[in-house]
């Protein structure tokens, strides 16, 4: 199975700041990964798919990076409403896997 | 948009039938995954079905208890949980495609006696 390491597992930062979660898959995965944010009590929500391909609707603060096995998702202003866990997953291989999660929480 | 329904209390070995009922979009254009959420966990895949039902695929801890389906004519999307064990207590999600683009509010399995 192919692993996804995400890192770090949780950060606060103020708003504002630039922030950046990564993804280490075990192989590569070419350009098949996903962003998720998961609010607490909700549905996760899809962010960027194919690495870099921003989902409609999502604001333009969010962005993607990365093939192969490293990955990023950076948040370029942080906003009190981007308070969440994050999620990567691979779609290139089943079984289909997520990171771990990062939490974001704003000080 | 996707609603699961279909979750509840069930003791061990236990059945349940999830469904996946989807309004304002035709479900049979996609791939449908079932993905589950552990209580404070993270996400786990747990199958999903091509278009036409033809190829099905399982994380290994569910292989052979859970079986998913599908009635495009219904326009929904079915999980068929047999041998129900407690790690299986989760939040249960349908979503859209491999890569999960659209994803149901979720139902709640909890399994214990």
């Known amino acids: 199975d192919i692993q996804m390491t995400q890192s770090p597992s949780s950060l606060s930062a103020s708003v504002g700041d630039r922030v950046t979660i990564t993804c280490r898959a075990s192989q590569d995965i070419k350009n098949y990964s996903v962003w998720f944010q998961q609010r607490p009590g909700t549905a996760p929500k899809s962010l960027i798919s194919a690495a870099s391909r921003l989902q409609s609707g999502v604001p333009s603060r969010f962005s993607g990076s990365g093939s192969g096995t490293d990955f990023s998702l950076t948040i370029s202003s942080l906003q009190p409403e981007d308070s969440a866990t994050y999620y990567c997953?691979?779609?290139?291989?089943?079984?289909?896997?997520f990171g771990g999660g990062t939490k974001v929480e704003i000080k | 948009q996707l609603v699961e329904s279909g979750g509840g209390l069930v003791q061990p070995g236990g059945s349940l039938r999830l469904s996946c009922a989807a309004s304002g979009i035709i479900l049979n254009n996609f791939w449908i995954s079932w993905v589950r959420q552990s209580p404070g966990k993270g996400l786990e895949w747990v199958a999903n079905?091509?278009?036409?039902?033809?190829?099905?695929y399982y994380v290994d801890p569910v292989k052979g208890r859970f079986t998913i389906s599908r009635d495009n004519d219904k326009n929904s999307v079915y999980l068929q949980m047999n041998s129900l064990r407690a790690e299986d207590t989760a939040v249960y999600y349908c979503?859209?495609?491999?890569?999960?683009?659209?994803w149901g509010q979720g139902t709640l399995v909890t399994v214990s006696s």
């Open positions: 979503a859209t495609g491999s890569n999960h683009l659209s």
């Open positions: 997953q691979q779609y290139s291989t089943y079984p289909l896997t």
């Open positions: 079905i091509k278009q036409d039902g033809s190829k099905t």
